[in-house]
């Protein structure tokens, strides 16, 4: 039905940088998040009371003090959860609250509502709580040692890289790591449940998965899902951390509302957010590769760890979208790579921006890196080397064909312009001088595969009614959390009723309007809802087609949307005017939407199949100067080229390509999870973890939009997804610093240094680099 | 006579006068929970995150004075006798966005928006501080406010092209009007407070605050509170009687008499940076890295001192420099060595009805080379790992005298005397330094923690000896990060 041409001119909307549908609303504070919604009376406030000890057995917790701390009103505690006690996203094993025993320093053991903030936070003190202390597990090496897992490990798997290896020319083995990441969202997780007349609720929640939340809480609480409404109209942030690990909150939440009748407002403040919520997975990689003299890779040998946590979340999907993307960009025809999902006494990780493939970049690119430094080669010829090909070595290790591999022109273009191997040499020159600044530089590409790994989430729907006045309501199952999918999907519905985009109204996300749908994730939000609210657009649009036709006695083809008008052969009416006749005609003006991704396959025995609908591209060169005797350093110029196909909206697409690469440069550089000998997190807020500020962004930071983009297969607009992407093209930066460090070596041994690189690390391995004696 | 026992501001244009408020309640909170005022946001409740940014303006010898400040650390009383100007203040009567706002969205300065009233803020008060547009400028400007999502290039093009448009606002227009309403506020100089829960004083005189002191001995002194204001927001920790100084003004002045720098202890950093660097210029980097603008203007040199943290970045400076603290009480006035004031962990030799008044810090003499070096995970706005600071005089290329100082290093800001010991008299050459290396692992023996490991701080402090005699022995010439990447 989508595909059948309908009579409407260029886009007006589509395609135009046109700002957030929230700007104005942002920039004078009149956009309200969870925490703003005006209180209604009688409103509580909760408090969690976390677990201090990061593995026990807890014999005994008398919360009777608690109870009746002054402004009380309920203690909230497995033993009186009336239904199921979880909030995992997956196989059940996320306690809402702890129940006989803890597997994390963070975890929630009970909660208070009271009459205020202050009182709930100050009665959790009151508790006595026994435990029995267990050894715990904190390091992916001990869960790797005592075989601790969340789930059974998996491999991708082609041909013999055994064999390959062996007989390859050359052989390299080395391993390489990553730490986690903290979301830090601006405004931390929040909800606030609403008691309606029988038995009721509705539940207000930052969160990035409506309808999972809807699910949760019914089953907590034994309702069924039509009792229960989740709504957002916007998040302050979310990165992949608020699509499971706003559950917990919300359920809690609703557990209070329920128990007391009355409304109840759980935000949790920066310190227990940090530690009480998941985060990006750390990863340990080892490695070994064999390849020819040109820097080919005849065969690679590829294991992985992943600190998962305390439970399984979100692990499974984010360690295969790991081996998934262990290939990036490059053809990798003897292969096998096998991950671990380790079990570990600290907080579940969770989906971030990149959801695995982040990672496993930041492996094969150090891994090609090795091989330019072992070969006495610029790592740009070796990437470009064992980059996919046109028409042979064009299928991914899980074999699905890579149809429009566009990174040999992008490479291209942006080696020319970043100027890269001019300022390559200028480098190097500089470096064999006597100063204390080192410099380095680096390219690397990216290629992410857009589409729930997930299969079934590939889906959403939408809902969109016409007013007789001709404004539109345009609703849709995915979240806004600032990465611009509202003023996106009212640009494709404005344009396909040819309407100003001022008649579009957003309307917050809502269960009971548009049921059963998939987090807004894995950068397919515009994909899919853009498809969704079109094609509920064009179910109206063709009715209101049939009611002109009729009424000026026409063909249906001749009539014409243009500009909020509708020309019908010799006839024109308002858009407006068209509407009311429509109401006149007894012709509804309300549709939903449907659309699922097509073309996705994917067979998790075999790890095969095509589980992406298309790759996304892009391609960055970072250059950093560090200071040899400190470990401090800059990064002074970066210059990105991302495909976005064509652009839905440039104005937007550019602000995710800039903030997700300053984003995984955070990850890697400045951002330091630090857990003590206990297990408990020391790093949990602003003061002792360090996003990156806006010092950290060079004043040369040249970031295009790759001009010649557009996707091969139709999805809307022939754009490409934009959320994640960029954010791997940060492995730039790690790979810069590397370079600047094994100039030491004259460029003979490639630094070993692990992610993140702060200035401490960089120091330890500029000394590890001189002490080393090459 | 005036009423002493409110506090009176302007919310925007309008009058509040506020009897019956717990002292220590957060401007954030009361915005928030009182006003319903929910433009403000609360991002980490530390003063690191710059979400909650307001600000303050105040009447300066008949001008208005715009300062941005983190409203969730910062205690209402605070604003007695001030303009407390918000997001929600900014459009003008027309409805018109103010040119920050308007550049914010022109730029796409906002994704999730959270951050976005926060750096509105800090804009604002960059509208009224005449910040230049160069990169450097604009990232000291904004080092206090943290975005997720941009990666802050179009907030700095806003910042660019709210600042090259430059032109009065609708607060310039209306400035004659506000230092009117502020003077009609009929603030008292001083305040008392005195609720069941809490006391709170704010005297406006030495004399004054002594004799509170003098009555009540064990109460919490307060200037900017960028610290004390956590012991509220993070440890909800209650505190019987606090005594605000930051309305003494005789503790604002800074001089030179007698060859010292005379620094009253409530100068915010803000206001004493200038003068110092221009003394000491090494200090204006390590200004520029102390907390960001919006702590800069509520903290104090005193505060930095007088709470006597291992990690606060003066410490080292004054002890390197040989200081002097001058401490008073209701009896009288003692002098005391920086380096003395620090006892051990969280012990300093403030007794009971004491305060700090006065910092001395000698003026710099004949050959003297100072250079402090701060070293933190984040350029902007983190809290030291390491933080050395040298102090050394040559004649002839020999080392006449020489005070080091570290913090991060110890329990306290400590001296390195062994490595002092090793240095005097001795040529700068490669082998001083080795010398000094080993002997500062005598010196110290640091803790391992998410700041640093103990061998890294070792080595990093080893190698800032070597950075100093690289650059003043002129074989290096220090780092200027913003010009050396350009």
């Known amino acids: 039905m989508l595909d059948r041409p309908t009579k409407s001119l260029l886009p007006a909307s589509v395609h135009k940088p046109i700002a957030h549908d929230s700007a104005e609303r942002h920039v004078t504070g009149e956009a309200v998040y969870i925490d703003d919604i005006p209180e209604p009376r009688n409103l509580l406030h909760i408090w969690p009371a976390l677990s201090p000890h990061a593995a026990a057995r807890v014999t005994s917790m008398d919360t009777r003090r608690v109870g009746s701390a002054p402004g009380v009103v309920a203690v909230l505690d497995a033993s009186i959860v009336p239904g199921k006690n979880d909030c995992s996203p997956t196989i059940g094993d996320d306690p809402v609250f702890a129940e006989g025993r803890v597997d994390f320093a963070g975890q929630v053991l009970f909660a208070v509502a009271a009459e205020s903030e202050l009182q709930a936070r100050l009665a959790c003190l009151e508790s006595v709580v026994e435990y029995e202390l267990e050894e715990p597990v904190l390091t992916i090496e001990q869960a790797l040692e005592r075989e601790s897992f969340v789930l059974p490990s998996a491999t991708i798997r082609r041909g013999e890289p055994e064999r390959a290896i062996q007989d390859a020319p050359h052989q390299l083995e080395g391993t390489v790591r990553n730490g986690g990441q903290d979301h830090f969202y601006l405004e931390g997780q929040a909800a606030m449940a609403i008691p309606r007349e029988g038995g009721d609720m509705v539940i207000y929640c930052s969160t990035q998965h409506p309808s999972e939340i809807q699910l949760l809480i019914s089953k907590l609480l034994n309702k069924k899902l039509h009792s229960i409404i989740v709504e957002v109209r916007r998040m302050g942030g979310a990165f992949g951390g608020k699509e499971s690990q706003a559950s917990q909150w919300a359920c809690i939440a609703a557990m209070a509302a329920e128990r007391t009748g009355r409304p109840a407002k759980i935000r949790l403040d920066r310190d227990v957010d940090m530690l009480a919520t998941g985060k990006r997975h750390d990863f340990s990689f080892r490695y070994r590769v064999g390849f020819g003299d040109d820097g080919t890779i005849h065969g690679l040998i590829v294991e992985m760890a992943s600190k998962c946590g305390y439970s399984a979340d979100l692990s499974k999907p984010i360690n295969d979208r790991a081996l998934l993307s262990i290939d990036n960009a490059y053809y990798l025809e003897n292969v096998v790579a096998t991950t671990h999902l380790c079990r570990t006494n600290s907080v579940s990780n969770t989906a971030f921006r990149g959801f695995g493939a982040p990672q496993a970049v930041l492996c094969i690119e150090r891994i090609i890196d090795e091989i330019g430094c072992h070969l006495g080669k610029d790592p740009l010829q070796v990437r470009q080397r064992n980059y996919y090909g046109k028409r042979t070595r064009n299928i991914t290790p899980y074999g699905m064909k890579v149809s429009d591999f566009v990174l040999n022109e992008m490479t291209v273009e942006l080696v020319e312009s970043s100027d890269y191997h001019a300022r390559r040499q200028r480098i190097r020159q500089l470096n064999q001088g006597e100063s204390n600044l080192l410099r380095g530089i680096a390219l690397t590409p990216a290629k992410f595969g857009v589409s729930f790994t997930m299969s079934y989430f590939n889906q959403a729907g939408a809902l969109v009614h016409v007013y007789t006045d001709g404004s539109i309501h345009l609703n849709h199952g995915g979240t806004e959390m600032g990465q611009g999918l509202f003023i996106k999907v009212a640009q494709v519905v404005a344009d396909e009723f040819s309407v100003p985009l001022e008649w579009v109204k957003l309307a917050e996300t809502n269960t009971s309007r548009v049921p059963n749908t998939s987090a807004t994730a894995a950068s397919s939000g515009s994909d899919l809802n853009s498809m969704a609210a079109k094609a509920a657009a064009r179910t109206i649009k063709n009715r209101l087609i049939g009611v002109a036709a009729k009424a000026f006695g026409v063909e249906k083809d001749e009539v014409i949307f243009l500009n909020g008008s509708v020309i019908a052969g010799r006839s024109s009416v308002s858009f407006q005017k068209l509407a009311k006749m429509a109401q006149v005609a007894c012709v509804s003006l309300s549709s939903t939407g449907y659309y699922k991704t097509p073309k996705i396959t994917w067979d998790p025995k075999t790890m095969t199949g095509h589980p992406f609908y298309y790759f996304a591209y892009g391609v960055a060169v970072s250059e950093v100067a560090i200071d040899r005797l400190t470990g401090e350093y800059r990064i002074t110029r970066v210059d990105i080229l991302h495909d976005a196909g064509r652009s839905l909206n440039p104005a937007v697409d550019l602000g995710q390509i800039e903030g997700g690469f300053v984003q995984g440069t955070g990850w890697l550089t400045s951002e330091e999870l630090w857990w003590d000998d206990n297990g408990v997190l020391k790093t949990h807020a602003p003061s002792t973890y360090k996003i990156p500020a806006s010092g950290d962004v060079p004043e040369a930071f040249n970031v295009k939009i790759w001009e010649r983009g557009r996707n091969v297969e139709q999805t809307i607009y022939r754009s490409k997804a934009v959320g994640e992407p960029p954010l791997l093209l940060a492995v730039s930066v790690f790979s810069a610093i590397t370079d600047a460090v094994s100039s030491l070596s004259d460029y003979k041994r490639w630094s070993a240094i692990d992610a993140p690189a702060t200035p401490e690390r960089v120091l330890m391995a500029i000394n590890e680099m001189r002490s080393s004696g090459v | ?486």
């Open chain 2, 1 to 486: 006579m005036q009423d002493r026992q409110s506090i009176r501001f302007l919310l925007g244009s309008e009058t509040r006068v506020l009897t019956d408020i717990l002292p220590t309640t957060t401007v954030l909170e009361y915005l928030r929970k009182v006003e319903r005022m929910t433009g403000t946001k609360e991002g980490c409740a530390e003063g690191d995150c710059g979400a909650c940014t307001v600000v303050i303006a105040e009447d300066v010898n008949g001008k208005l004075r715009y300062k941005a400040c983190n409203s969730c650390i910062m205690f209402v009383p605070f604003l007695h006798g001030k303009q407390l100007i918000t997001v929600e203040h900014l459009k003008d009567r027309n409805e018109q966005l103010h040119p920050v706002q308007q550049a914010m969205v022109d730029q796409h300065g906002s994704q999730c928006g959270f951050c976005t009233p926060g750096f509105v803020m800090s804009l604002f008060g960059m509208y009224h501080n005449g910040c230049d547009t160069s990169r450097a400028a604009i990232d000291d400007a904004l080092a206090g406010n943290l975005c997720r999502c941009t990666g802050y290039a179009p907030i700095v093009r806003a910042a660019r092209q709210a600042l090259h448009g430059h032109r009065p606002d609708q607060f310039d227009h209306r400035e004659k009007q506000t230092l009117r309403s502020l003077s009609d506020l009929d603030a008292a100089p001083s305040v008392h407070l005195d609720m069941s829960q809490q006391s709170y004083h704010a005297p406006a005189t030495v004399k004054e605050l002594k004799q509170i002191l003098k009555e009540n001995p064990e109460s919490r002194i307060v200037a900017g509170a960028t610290d004390v204001g956590l012991w509220v927001t993070k440890e909800r920790r209650h505190l019987d009687c606090v005594i605000s100084v930051s309305d003494i003004q005789e503790l604002q002045s800074i001089s030179i008499e007698k060859e010292m720098i005379r620094i009253g202890s409530a100068m915010t950093i803000t206001d004493a940076m200038d003068t110092l660097s221009l003394y000491y210029p090494s200090l204006d980097e390590l200004f520029r890295r102390y907390g960001s603008v919006q702590v800069r203007n509520q903290a104090t040199i005193g505060g930095n001192v007088a709470n006597g943290s291992p990690i606060g970045d003066s410490l080292p400076v004054l002890i390197a420099l040989d200081a002097k603290l001058i401490i008073s009480c209701a009896a009288g006035s003692r002098t005391l060595p920086a380096e003395d004031y620090f006892i051990d962990y969280g012990r300093q030799d403030l007794r009971p009805g004491e305060f700090l008044e006065r910092i001395d810090l000698p003026l710099p003499v004949e050959g003297q080379h100072f250079r402090v070096y701060k070293l933190s995970k984040r350029f902007h706005q983190d809290i030291s790992a390491v933080c050395g600071a040298f102090s050394v005089t040559l004649n002839a290329g020999i080392i006449q005298t020489v005070r080091i100082s570290f913090g991060g290093m110890a329990a306290t800001p400590r001296r390195a005397f062994h490595c002092e010991e090793a240095l005097i008299g001795s040529p700068i050459s490669g082998d001083v330094i080795d010398r000094g290396r080993q002997a500062l692992q005598r010196d110290f023996t640091p803790i391992t923690d998410f700041r640093g490991n103990s061998d890294y701080r070792t080595r990093v402090a080893g190698n800032l000896l070597e950075k100093l005699f690289d650059e003043i022995s002129g074989h290096e010439r220090p780092i200027v990060w913003e010009a050396d990447c350009a």
